[in-house]
């Protein structure tokens, strides 16, 4: 399976038939029924990622019937060091859902949740398509600003973590039958 991050420049290089993935309906359903009854806003903990938490917003949204927040956390890369923290929306008394393609340390994540947490979140999930857990990325799941992790069982984990796999299994098979319709 290749995940593509530009759909649109994946569909223009190859002129094949391809199904999109969208990591929102992995997650939208295990994710409702824990949350369904609090306030939620869906976080992008940086810029580029912005697209893919709007769809998760959209697609939750529709899942619940209720409105979703969405806010973003701006992050810079500079000089080899990562500078997070000044959060755009409103997350004061909401659960935090931060949206991202994939948690390699965490350090991304976990600057998104402390900042949420300083505004006001009462707490933080992370969503992410691929877990791969490098070196260091411990620290993730010892910090209290995150409740969970969860992550698509789409790629092997490096290493033994406390994230919750979801599987992938009912959009794969959607995929196939789809593809397989036409």
Known sequence: MLKAHNVMAFENAFRCETQHL???AVFTGTISSDLADKPLCVMSPDPGG???AQFFREALETKLGVQVDFALCNKRRS???????????DVAGTRM?????????????LSAA???RRNGAHGCMAVAAHGLFAEGSDTLFDAPELL?????DSVPTARNTNAQLVST??????????????
């Open 50 to 52: 912005i697209k893919r």
């Open 148 to 152: 969970r992790v969860l992550v698509c």
């Open 114 to 116: 402390r900042a949420a």
């Open 169 to 182: 299994v009912p959009v794969l098979a959607l995929a196939i039958r789809e593809l397989a319709r036409d």
């Open 79 to 89: 000089g080899g060091g990562r500078a997070s923290g000044a959060i755009v929306g």
């Open 97 to 109: 859902i931060i949206v991202d393609d994939m948690i390699v340390s965490g350090g991304t994540i």
């Open 22 to 24: 969208e990591i929102a």
